[in-house]
């Protein structure tokens, strides 16, 4: 027997609204996916949730982000307009598309028993309190990511900390949601955290008070530091991998860390009995093993194209706006926070098996240089680091 699916509605808005249903082997597991509404200039683009059935519980991994937030909080923070389509959309769209998908796969949320996040980014867990306020569900989530989901100050904290280190890059500064002046925060920074009542911190079954066969923990670390995915099947039939941010289709999930996202490819090889990958974005994965590779050679490639590039001093936002760096260029005026990520993770792996050193500081401004040797001697140092698991780096910068 093989995994079977069907659209049990198509997409109605803006690629989202969708309800697919996943059927397993045994039959007694199934999946459905509930596709929920996220921009893609300002944001990753539609969210897929997934609504596990099994015969001892029902789980909802991710919650997406309510349409409301997406306004005001998305678009402020890249200092642009709100279209007039997205202003135009009902506040609540993204429960409504939540509720409607329950709806056609014969519940509520009232039913839900296990709330897993898969990693602690805003379109993961934002809706959380929505749900919440309709069930009695337990929440769960990596221990890693605790200081993200619980903590009502996290954005705060995330913007006064990475906003400094992207000065730090050269990026422009980012639309501040902060009164310094006035010792104020943007409403944007509302409280939205939930409670984890079962942290993860092992592979293999769910830490609940609920029977959960035949679904697994994956720890997927460097997209985020806690990232999680969902093996789902029984041993010896096909599996369904619910992978999150870790792995998308068809665009390349931001890594935090590269090295552990490295680490995180090189252990994805070993998941043979996957027949399918759904990620939290994107297009299904019908071939793991075939994308794994491909996003391994994508960063082996960029890795490659920095050490090149940095022949001559570069700061990160240097290299992050050189055209051809990025499939789409980058302009060198307009602050792209996931742009000059990108390529200061690049940079940081370079500068962990000593390819890149730092010539000076300028303005506040960190610059760069690699070293002069060949491209493949320092591939073969970083391939050993990937592989060498007894190697952890003292300090990342």
Same mark, same amino acid.
Request: hydrophobic residues 40%; contains cysteine.
């Given at each position: 027997?093989?995994?079977?699916?069907?659209?049990? #509605?198509?997409?109605?808005?803006?690629?989202?609204?969708?309800?697919?249903?996943?059927?397993?082997?045994?039959?007694?597991?199934?999946?459905?996916?509930?596709?929920?509404?996220?921009?893609?200039?300002?944001?990753? +683009?539609?969210?897929?949730?997934?609504?596990?059935?099994?015969?001892?519980?029902?789980?909802?991994?991710?919650?997406?982000?309510?349409?409301?937030?997406?306004?005001?909080?998305?678009?402020?923070?890249?200092?642009?307009?709100?279209?007039?389509?997205?202003?135009?959309?009902?506040?609540?769209?993204?429960?409504?598309?939540?509720?409607?998908?329950?709806?056609?796969? +014969?519940?509520?949320?009232?039913?839900?028993?296990?709330?897993?996040?898969?990693?602690?980014?805003?379109?993961?867990?934002?809706?959380?309190?929505?749900?919440?306020?309709?069930?009695?569900?337990?929440?769960?989530?990596?221990?890693?990511?605790?200081?993200?989901?619980?903590?009502?100050?996290?954005?705060?904290?995330?913007?006064?900390? #990475?906003?400094?280190?992207?000065? +730090?890059?050269?990026?422009?500064?980012?639309?501040?949601?902060? %009164?310094?002046?006035?010792?104020?925060?943007?409403?944007?920074?509302?409280?939205?955290?939930?409670?984890?009542?079962?942290?993860?911190?092992?592979?293999?079954?769910?830490?609940?008070?609920?029977?959960?066969?035949?679904?697994?923990?994956?720890?997927?670390?460097?997209?985020?530091?806690?990232?999680?995915?969902?093996?789902? +099947?029984?041993?010896?039939?096909?599996?369904?991998?619910?992978?999150?941010?870790?792995?998308? %289709?068809?665009?390349?999930?931001?890594?935090?860390?590269?090295?552990?996202?490295?680490?995180?490819?090189?252990?994805?090889?070993?998941?043979?009995?996957?027949?399918?990958?759904?990620?939290?974005?994107?297009?299904?994965?019908? %071939?793991?093993?075939?994308?794994?590779?491909?996003?391994?050679?994508?960063?082996?490639?960029?890795?490659?194209?920095?050490?090149?590039?940095?022949?001559?001093?570069?700061?990160?936002?240097?290299?992050?706006?050189?055209?051809?760096?990025? %499939?789409?260029?980058?302009?060198?005026?307009?602050?792209?926070?996931?742009?000059?990520?990108?390529?200061?993770?690049?940079?940081?792996?370079?500068?962990?098996?000593?390819?890149?050193?730092?010539?000076?500081?300028?303005?506040?401004?960190?610059?760069?240089?690699?070293?002069?040797?060949?491209?493949?001697?320092?591939?073969? #140092?970083?391939?050993?680091?990937?592989?060498?698991?007894?190697?952890?780096?003292?300090?990342?910068?």
């Amino acid at each position: 027997m093989k995994i079977s699916k069907k659209i049990l #509605r198509p997409n109605t808005e803006f690629d989202s609204g969708r309800v697919q249903q996943y059927v397993l082997p045994s039959k007694d597991l199934r999946i459905t996916q509930i596709t929920t509404f996220c921009p893609g200039d300002v944001g990753p +683009g539609a969210i897929h949730l997934y609504l596990i059935e099994s015969k001892d519980a029902l789980i909802l991994l991710d919650t997406g982000v309510p349409t409301h937030i997406v306004r005001s909080t998305f678009y402020a923070l890249f200092d642009r307009p709100v279209p007039p389509e997205i202003a135009a959309l009902p506040d609540h769209l993204s429960e409504e598309q939540l509720t409607e998908g329950l709806k056609i796969a +014969g519940y509520s949320i009232e039913d839900i028993d296990l709330l897993i996040i898969s990693h602690g980014h805003w379109d993961h867990y934002l809706m959380g309190r929505s749900i919440l306020n309709h069930c009695q569900a337990q929440v769960a989530a990596h221990v890693l990511e605790t200081p993200w989901i619980c903590n009502p100050w996290m954005s705060t904290v995330f913007w006064l900390t #990475r906003g400094e280190q992207l000065k +730090g890059s050269g990026m422009p500064a980012m639309n501040s949601p902060i %009164n310094f002046t006035e010792r104020k925060l943007d409403p944007m920074f509302s409280d939205y955290s939930l409670a984890v009542d079962l942290p993860i911190f092992l592979e293999g079954d769910l830490p609940a008070d609920l029977s959960t066969r035949g679904i697994e923990v994956k720890h997927l670390p460097g997209h985020t530091s806690g990232s999680i995915g969902l093996v789902v +099947g029984k041993e010896g039939e096909e599996q369904i991998l619910l992978c999150g941010d870790a792995i998308l %289709n068809p665009i390349t999930p931001n890594p935090d860390d590269l090295l552990a996202y490295l680490r995180t490819l090189e252990d994805l090889k070993g998941f043979e009995a996957v027949r399918l990958a759904l990620p939290a974005h994107g297009d299904e994965i019908d %071939n793991l093993s075939l994308r794994v590779n491909f996003l391994e050679k994508h960063h082996y490639r960029r890795l490659r194209l920095t050490h090149e590039l940095c022949q001559k001093d570069k700061s990160a936002w240097d290299l992050a706006t050189v055209k051809g760096f990025f %499939n789409t260029e980058v302009d060198k005026g307009e602050a792209n926070f996931l742009a000059a990520s990108e390529a200061l993770i690049h940079m940081e792996m370079l500068k962990m098996v000593d390819a890149l050193f730092r010539t000076k500081v300028k303005n506040g401004i960190h610059y760069f240089r690699a070293t002069d040797e060949p491209s493949a001697a320092v591939h073969a #140092r970083i391939m050993s680091l990937v592989r060498d698991r007894k190697t952890i780096p003292l300090m990342r910068y």
